[in-house]
């Protein structure tokens, strides 16, 4: 296997992170992690330390990206050749990390954990911004991307270094447009998601709509007119 990072953002996740470095550790034990604490005003930090996990510690809240970016810029520093974007609440399971690794080393530069390879996406308002930024994406890329917003990703070792090294490119939905565009295979391997146990999600109703609103906005009137990185 090549030499695999997950990367686990985890902002507030005292109560989530021990099941998923438990996961992690059961079922995709040769793999190395590093949690990215966010900033978290909870006990996360203590936990992580309880049970000596490796981590990173920020000392404030970035969000999202900041976390992700800076997991990246660690998988470049050590020369990882597979970094993978895991949700620090439980929602992904590790038992799919092997079938990751493969669909990058089968030549992929960026492997989607979908919901919907096999699966059917369901028509219910929850899907519907997911079922819009597909949309949009086979629009602008005549790609189609079954589960754009899925944070479960692997990334090959030239995509590691695209996020590690440029701040306008998050890895969102938005951003798989550029990676297109820039000659990227991207591909989609079913897995099974789980239901976030204990706190709550960043969004909300209206920071959800705000967040797709945004998207859209991107991926149809910024991404494809951004300079194709050489």
């Not at 996740?13 to 059961?26: A, F, G, M, P, R």
């Not at 976390?67 to 620090?88: E, K, S």
């Amino acid at each position: 296997m090549l030499k695999t990072l997950i990367i686990i953002p985890a902002y507030n996740e005292e109560l989530n992170i021990q099941k998923t470095i438990d996961d992690i550790k059961e079922n995709a034990p040769e793999v190395d992690y590093v949690v990215v604490n966010d900033g978290s005003k909870d006990n996360t930090l203590d936990v992580l330390n309880k049970y000596n996990y490796h981590y990173i510690n920020g000392f404030q809240n970035q969000g999202l990206f900041g976390a992700v970016q800076t997991g990246f810029r660690w998988a470049l520093l050590n020369n990882y050749d597979i970094a993978i974007q895991f949700d620090g609440d439980g929602q992904h399971s590790a038992s799919y990390i092997k079938l990751l690794v493969k669909a990058i080393e089968d030549g992929n530069d960026i492997a989607i954990g979908s919901r919907f390879v096999t699966e059917k996406k369901p028509f219910s308002a929850r899907m519907l911004g997911s079922r819009l930024l597909s949309f949009a994406i086979k629009l602008t890329t005549g790609k189609t991307i079954k589960d754009p917003t899925s944070g479960f990703r692997a990334y090959n070792k030239e995509c590691i270094r695209f996020y590690a090294e440029d701040s306008n490119n998050p890895p969102e939905p938005d951003t798989l447009v550029y990676m297109l565009k820039n000659g990227k295979k991207i591909s989609e391997v079913q897995v099974e998601m789980s239901e976030r146990e204990f706190g709550e999600s960043y969004l909300n109703p209206i920071s959800s709509m705000k967040y797709m609103c945004r998207m859209l906005v991107s991926i149809l009137l910024i991404q494809p007119f951004r300079k194709v990185k050489k």
